[in-house]
């Protein structure tokens, strides 16, 4: 199994306009990457992935970190919300 399974569609509302890219190309970027034994190994792969594609801890308290690939338009285009990774997209994996 590969990381990349886990990234299959997300059924729930996004936090800013840029987190549907940022699902995309996570998904893409962990494809081929194989599934860690534990959940905590597979936790921080995400977040250095997170970090690698965005330029941002995924600790950081900032309410947003902007990313100009992804602006695609709208207010918070190319917007990034932290918060919302970490309180929903990182639980919604660690289930699956």
């Known amino acids: 199994k590969f990381v990349g399974c886990l990234f299959n569609r997300w059924e729930?509302?996004?936090g800013l306009r840029g987190d549907p890219f940022l699902w995309e190309e996570l998904s893409n970027f962990l494809a081929k990457e194989p599934?860690?034994?534990s959940v905590s190994q597979l936790m921080a792969l995400i977040e250095k992935a997170f970090f690698?594609?965005?330029g941002s801890q995924?600790?950081?308290p900032s309410p947003s970190v902007y990313v100009d690939r992804y602006n695609h338009g709208g207010l918070s285009?190319?917007?990034v919300c932290?918060?919302?990774w970490r309180d929903k997209v990182l639980p919604?994996?660690?289930r699956r």
């Open 52 to 54: 690698q594609l965005v």
């Open 82 to 84: 932290g918060e919302f």
């Open 58 to 60: 995924l600790s950081d």
């Open 12 to 14: 729930d509302r996004w």
């Open 92 to 94: 919604e994996l660690h």
């Open 35 to 37: 599934l860690p034994a």
């Open 77 to 79: 285009g190319g917007h």
